[in-house]
């Protein structure tokens, strides 16, 4: 089964989990769950800066920040780098203890506290890692631009369907204006969850 990935370089999609026949991304609803759940996470993910300059740099120089190109660990644990400081991530992972944490929340923590103690690969490490990591950039996949438009279309698709079928089946008029403003504010924490912000 081909492995892809999309958006950013790191986590890997069996193609037959998320691409259909034709070559289209499939629906969400027919993505498996741990798949799925990454895909949507990866649409907030895409803009955003590599974690290592933006340790270095921060809100202030935000401009000086590459943005993101790859990434690892679980969702909402995520690292993200750009080529230039991939090298530490690899380094910390393989030589420094990293590989320890793979599978937990904390796994972007970890490593956000090994950069900021200071630590970075040593001299030279970057050049060899490069060539073994990237060996033929990424597989062609449908345009970028409309997969994340489809995913948090049908994202926002499910949203309202939720919020529909609350209001279908009111036992009174009072519980069904309870049910809409609930679930006015339940879908704006699920947005919350699903997109935090932690930078
Ligand atoms: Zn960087």
Not at 35 to 52: A, Y
Request: with cysteine; aromatic share 8%; glycine share 10%.
């Amino acid at each position: 089964m081909a492995k892809v990935s999309i958006g950013l370089r790191g986590w890997r999609f069996d193609e037959e989990e998320i691409i259909s026949a034709d070559g289209e991304l499939k629906p969400l609803d027919e993505i498996p769950e741990e798949p799925r759940e990454r895909l949507v996470r990866l649409v907030g993910l895409v803009e955003e800066p590599c974690d290592v300059c933006y340790l270095e740099h921060g809100d202030a120089e935000i401009h000086r920040c590459a943005q993101a190109e790859i990434v690892y660990g679980e969702p909402g644990g995520e690292v993200l780098l750009c080529p230039t400081h991939e090298p530490d991530f690899i380094y910390w992972f393989r030589e420094a203890g990293g590989s320890d944490h793979t599978g937990r929340q904390a796994f972007g923590d970890r490593f956000h506290e090994w950069i900021t103690a200071g630590n970075e690969a040593p001299d030279g490490y970057a050049s060899v890692e490069h060539v073994e990591e990237d060996p033929g950039g990424l597989p062609d996949l449908p345009d970028q631009t409309e997969i994340q438009q489809r995913v948090e279309d049908e994202f926002e698709g499910d949203r309202i369907d939720i919020r529909a079928l609350a209001g279908e089946n009111p036992t009174d008029d009072e519980s069904a204006d309870r049910l809409d403003e609930n679930d006015l504010a339940d879908s704006g924490v699920d947005l919350s969850t699903e997109y935090p912000s932690n930078r």
